[in-house]
């Protein structure tokens, strides 16, 4: 026998979801659009999950991803669930502008969604089209594929096409269709849904679900749904932590963009800060700062509560004995995300040793970074280059690093400490140098990048997109010849603001 994957023509279709019951969702086909395009297949993770890209890039593939066909198999569903936006209470959003083609299975053993996105109107739209148009779906596509190959939990791009027809926004854009892999589509907002109505049977069900999906380990604990809260912490706060060391900024962290999966969801107005400051904020929509750089754990913190609150009737039938449990688990979010964050700040910086002091020397840099709006990215690239436990150091290569602070004498005054924490760890320079270049990236898809990718689409030039998405899929190599893409943007580049573009 072959021990090579199996590839199907067709999507090896087996949903689960859609054996829960049918409030759970509203069974609802993709609208078929004028003529659908491609503009990308996602050939390597098209294998992984045993499909065959050159099946999906033909005709009858495209007409699947434009949602024109419907797969053998597939039982699409828009999925129902709530959500605190900015804080306000939503007793109803639901997939509004996607579609769960239902579920496979990869090459791992691990089960996946696959969901179009801007597949046409459901009973969950609301004002809305239900479609989306070429931008959204290249910043989703970039910037997920890039997240995934820095190694964070993330859902991915499969495919996107265009539609050939008009998408009415602020001004007229052409429209897309993003197919969007993830390990669910569940989300605090699922379980407020069931919660708000009061269906303990459907919550349990829910939870029950996300238990056999996501967390299996949790079945053996005394109580599972307490488990599962503390899982399901854990995984968030280490996401958010995550996040924070590549310098993202998601934009828009409502409950119903937080995925119980721990996977990054929802790649709205996000963006990717160039010079530091803990306050930035893209989203055209925040206008308040809600969702900045340095609240996304507070934020991670109150949804995660939310999500305890939801599920209370599972973890005890007496309220007040629930709540006290919960409460508990809930206070253990900033133990996770404080050891979370501090471990990989020191990583950043290149300690592989812990000492007292250590957190208080990454803040420190942080904090001249940002008086001094030192680029992010090029700062922790740029120092895994310097000469750590001597002073003889190259002056080429300090001065790469200290140009990139207004007064460079303010990281002179850092360099110093770093030097000296440097000499009590055990590891050399060469190898520290070798393990700080696998967290610090060289290559993160810009805000000006993104911009350009989607501005060219506009022209049917999408030359700009293959380009970067070859050079993101591999962040932490040199690539000198792609080295312009590591630039920060010259001052007409700067993206000021993001949009949701929905
Ligand atoms: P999001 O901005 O992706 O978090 O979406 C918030 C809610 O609005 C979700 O219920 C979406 O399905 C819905 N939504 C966003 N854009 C559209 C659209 N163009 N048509 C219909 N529903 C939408
Ligand atoms: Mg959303």
Partial sequence: MSTTTKIYELFPFDNTYARLP????????????????????????????????????????????????VPEGSEPLALAYAGHQFGGWVPQLGDGRALLLGEVTDADGLRLDIQLKGSGPTPFSRMGDGRAWIG????????????????????????????????????TLPGAVLTRVAS?????GTFQFFAARQDVQGLRLLADHVIDRHYPEVREADNPYLALLESVIARQATLIARWMEIGFIHGVMNTDNMAISGETIDFGPCAFMDSYHPDKVFSSIDH??????????????????????AILPLINDNEETAIEAATGTINSFSDHFNAAWSSGLRAKIGLAEEEAGDFELAQDLLHRMALNQADFMLTFRRLCDLPGRTEQNSAHTEASVRDLFH??????????????RLRRESRGDFERQAA????????????????KVITAALSDDFEPFENLLAVLSRPFDDQPQHAAYQDPPRPEELVHQTFCGT
Wanted: glycine share 4%.
């Fill in 407 to 420: 007064n460079p004498e303010s990281f002179d005054g850092w360099v110093a400490d770093w030097r000296a």
């Fill in 136 to 171: 959204p779906v290249l910043r989703e596509y970039v910037i997920s594929e890039a997240m995934a190959a820095l190694s964070i939990p993330t859902t991915r791009a499969l495919a996107a096409v265009t539609t050939d027809e008009t998408i009415i926004r602020e001004q």
């Fill in 22 to 69: 049918e409030h759970f969702y509203a069974r609802v086909n993709p609208t078929p659009v004028t003529k659908p395009g491609l503009v990308k297949i996602n050939g390597p993770l098209a294998s992984h999950l045993g499909l065959d890209p050159a099946y999906l890039a033909s005709p009858n593939g495209i007409e699947i991803l434009a949602g024109n066909r």
């Fill in 184 to 188: 669910s589509h569940i989300r605090v």
């Fill in 288 to 309: 308040m700062g809600r969702y900045a750089y340095n609240k996304q754990p507070e934020i991670a913190h109150s949804n995660l509560a939310c999500f305890a609150s």
């Fill in 436 to 451: 700080m270049r696998v967290v610090n990236p060289a290559y993160i898809p810009r805000n000006h990048l993104v911009e």
